[in-house]
């Protein structure tokens, strides 16, 4: 079993606003702020689950970003996995940057995810894990039988491009397994019709490292 450092999803955080989902030593972490490269304003705020999931079964994570109520939420198999944490960032963490699922798009540090994601989605109203039923953006099912395109089933219709990964039977239907050395990217600017109230990001994953989910 792994325990490094992997990143489930990210969209920007340098130089740019943004956000990013992941595992590290078997904890499900979440981080929204306006930059990740040390160069001011660099205001990252950070939510991290008390309890290690790099156990090789299947759970589902989210992160909520409640601008309303000005906290972010993990959430993981739809218990709350961490304290609210307080968020004082005043900025949208939209951006132009692609987002990239199974590692970082950037050369430096990819962090690849080793794992299976089954579904991923992402709504543009905060919503809590047993209430996820619309305001859906992005969602990814996994269930092409073959080939490198990942069909979005939202209205958007955003396509992403898996490289490298395979096709496997997942937790319903069937998902991409991650093999620390592969990724996919999906060019949706995630702030094209994000509601004011915050954003809700789901994703269903079986960890051999562990995974995470995340919103805006």
Same mark, same amino acid.
């Given at each position: ?9 990210? /969209?920007? &955080?340098?130089?740019? *606003?943004?956000?990013?989902? =992941? %595992?590290?030593?078997? /904890?499900?972490?979440?981080?929204? !702020? ?5 160069? *001011? ?6 939510? +991290? ?13 989210? #992160?909520?970003?409640?601008? %309303?109520?000005? /906290?972010? $939420? &993990?959430? %993981? ?28 798009? !950037?050369?430096?540090? *990819? ?5 299976? +994601? ?37 209205? $958007? ?16 239907? #069937? ?8 990724? &996919?990217?999906?060019?949706?600017? #995630?702030?094209? =019709? %994000? ?16 995974? +995470?989910?995340?919103?805006?």
């Amino acid at each position: 079993t792994s325990l490094t450092e992997q990143r489930i999803v990210r /969209k920007g &955080l340098a130089p740019v *606003p943004g956000y990013e989902l =992941g %595992v590290s030593q078997g /904890k499900v972490f979440g981080i929204i !702020g306006n930059r990740e490269d040390g160069i *001011p304003p660099d205001t990252l705020l950070r939510v +991290i689950s008390s309890a290690n999931y790099n156990d090789n079964v299947w759970h589902h994570a989210v #992160l909520i970003r409640d601008r %309303v109520a000005r /906290k972010l $939420y &993990l959430y %993981v198999d739809e218990v709350q996995a961490a304290a609210p944490v307080n968020d004082n960032f005043p900025y949208s963490l939209a951006n132009d940057l692609p987002l990239g699922i199974g590692r970082w798009y !950037g050369s430096s540090m *990819p962090l690849y995810f080793q794992g299976t +994601i089954d579904e991923v989605r992402i709504s543009n109203r905060t919503r809590f894990p047993s209430s996820v039923t619309s305001d859906t953006v992005a969602l990814y099912h996994y269930d092409e039988q073959s080939g490198s395109t990942v069909v979005d089933s939202s209205p $958007y219709h955003n396509n992403g491009l898996a490289i490298g990964t395979t096709i496997v039977q997942g937790q319903s239907g #069937l998902a991409r397994t991650f093999n620390a050395a592969d990724n &996919l990217w999906q060019n949706y600017d #995630l702030g094209i =019709g %994000v509601a004011k109230g915050g954003l809700f990001a789901s994703y269903c994953f079986n960890s051999i490292g562990l995974p +995470i989910i995340m919103a805006e």
